[in-house]
């Protein structure tokens, strides 16, 4: 074996203002640091020769050693990390490393990477990274490195998870497919992976997923079942594994009950579905010509009724988006007992169509980066003053978390569709315990009505085998991540309204 000759770090920049979809609270409850990383970095690490030496620091979970200097660092960044990124980056470059930059700001800003980096990887990585090592031990660093087309990516190799501590961990993210035909205005997909889907082998994606520590799977793919012989395959061949798993999902996946079932029988407990508006021009305007408003409600019953949760995604702030939008999906994920509901104001992102637009009618808002994180709008509604959108954004949020919200729509949902096949997944008995003991702890040892309530119609539910025990279990986790998310970062979003109606002044 090769002896090492470099040393380099690949570093995640801390978010400092997290979605509350990520669930940043839930793995606190676990004795974990992160419901799911990243998977760039230890991709990036497995297209890393061996001749360097390749450290993986989170800052989610661990702390960077600043005081020891290896020779290259690589930064991956987003737009609400860069900050903290570029702080990283100058310390290193300070004191002597080689910085190299990459992701999507590094993509869509590179300039701006430059004058922190010594290098930037611009789009996919692979063959672009590669090189870059290779010039790097050549002395012939050149300051930016692309692929000169998309990998096919047939075949990808194992992500370096030996690098990451995966006890800190719920669930581990894998891909199997880049690429996006549809051109949403607002998104960046097509942009970044291209607008033509590729897929891997299923035999390269379910070695990957047979090599995981966890048997808990986030599928990153922007849409999993696109190709429903591809996902019939896959899911297929997922059965008897012992998994439990999320992917995301067009709502057209309603019209195959049979690659539904299959997904069900290999452990898929969520769909995410972008639905994105319920007003008619609202999906005009962002290009989202598949989505069809008719065809919403029965597309969620068919899905509950395979005992699969759909996690419903909705965007507000679309131009022809007037107040009542707020009320009216309130209104819809109550009728559809959507308990999971991702509300984010509408996004300019610097590659998108809609950046574009909204730059050149000079109707972005000056934020704080850190701020773009799916919660805080960068852009001036034209039919709803700003600070009145955001008020309403955050009262709305409030309104879907509620207890009594909750609880009605968990009711309707567990006494309608069966839920009651337990998860495969091979939980140790000390991780259940502890998991039991919590939500004793939080739902039946507390003051709050509603909470206790929940608690007790669940496992009435659950004795009468309309619920498995684990997924009431898990639901109850889940509710409560969200509500500490609330009680210890609303601030922020009250604190980023003022910063709006300094703005709007």
């Not at 770090?9 to 940043?24: C, D, G, R, S, V």
């Not at 880049?178 to 889907?197: A, T």
């Not at 919403?296 to 995604?313: D, L, N, R």
Request: proline share 5%.
């Amino acid at each position: 074996m090769m002896p090492s000759k470099y040393t380099i770090y690949l570093i995640n920049p801390k978010l400092e203002f997290k979605h509350y979809a990520t669930q940043e609270y839930l793995p606190k409850f676990l004795g974990k640091k992160i419901f799911c990383p990243p998977l760039s970095l230890p991709l990036i690490a497995s297209l890393t020769p061996p001749q360097f030496d390749v450290k993986i620091i989170d800052e989610e979970m661990d702390n960077i050693p600043f005081e020891k200097i290896p020779d290259i660092v690589g930064i991956t960044t987003t737009l609400p990390t860069i900050k903290r990124a570029f702080e990283i980056a100058d310390h290193f470059k300070r004191a002597g490393a080689t910085v190299v930059m990459g992701g999507l700001y590094a993509t869509y800003y590179t300039d701006v990477a430059l004058l922190h980096s010594d290098a930037v990887v611009v789009g996919e990585a692979e063959g672009a990274w590669e090189k870059l090592l290779e010039d790097y031990e050549n002395k012939n660093l050149k300051t930016i490195y692309s692929s000169d087309s998309k990998t096919e990516y047939k075949k990808s190799p194992l992500p370096r998870w030996d690098l990451i501590d995966t006890d800190k961990v719920i669930s581990l993210p894998v891909q199997a497919s880049r690429g996006c035909p549809y051109r949403c205005e607002f998104c960046l997909v097509s942009k970044m992976f291209g607008n033509r889907f590729r897929y891997r082998d299923v035999d390269n994606v379910v070695s990957e997923i047979d090599s995981l520590p966890l048997k808990k799977i986030f599928f990153v793919d922007d849409n999993l079942t696109a190709n429903k012989k591809f996902a019939f395959e896959l899911a297929t061949r997922l059965k008897g594994k012992g998994l439990s798993w999320v992917c995301q999902a067009s709502i057209d996946v309603a019209e195959h009950d049979e690659l539904l079932q299959t997904m069900a029988d290999a452990g898929c407990y969520a769909i995410i579905l972008g639905f994105e508006s319920l007003n008619p021009a609202s999906l005009k305007e962002a290009k989202k010509f598949h989505n069809k408003i008719e065809k919403f409600e029965k597309a969620i019953g068919i899905i509950h009724s395979h005992g699969i949760h759909v996690m419903a995604s909705f965007i507000v702030g679309f131009d022809e988006d007037t107040e009542d939008i707020y009320q009216k999906i309130l209104d819809f994920t109550l009728k559809n007992n959507l308990w999971f509901v991702l509300l984010s104001p509408l996004t300019a992102v610097k590659g998108t169509d809609l950046y574009d637009k909204i730059e050149k009618e000079n109707r972005l808002l000056e934020i704080d980066p850190s701020c773009i994180n799916g919660m805080v709008p960068n852009i001036l509604p034209l039919k709803i003053p700003l600070t009145q959108f955001f008020e309403k954004y955050i009262t709305t949020l409030e309104k879907l978390f509620e207890y009594e919200t909750i609880h009605q729509k968990a009711i309707s949902l567990f006494q309608n569709f069966d839920f009651s096949n337990e998860d495969t997944e091979d939980i140790k008995w000390f991780e259940k315990f502890q998991t039991t003991i919590f939500v004793l702890r939080r739902f039946l040892l507390t003051n709050n009505e509603s909470k206790r309530k929940l608690f007790i119609e669940l496992f009435k539910m659950a004795r009468q085998k309309k619920i498995a025990p684990g997924k009431a279990i898990s639901f109850l986790l889940s509710v409560e991540g969200i509500k500490d998310w609330f009680k210890y970062e609303k601030g922020k979003l009250l604190n980023a309204l003022e910063e709006l109606k300094l703005t709007s002044q």
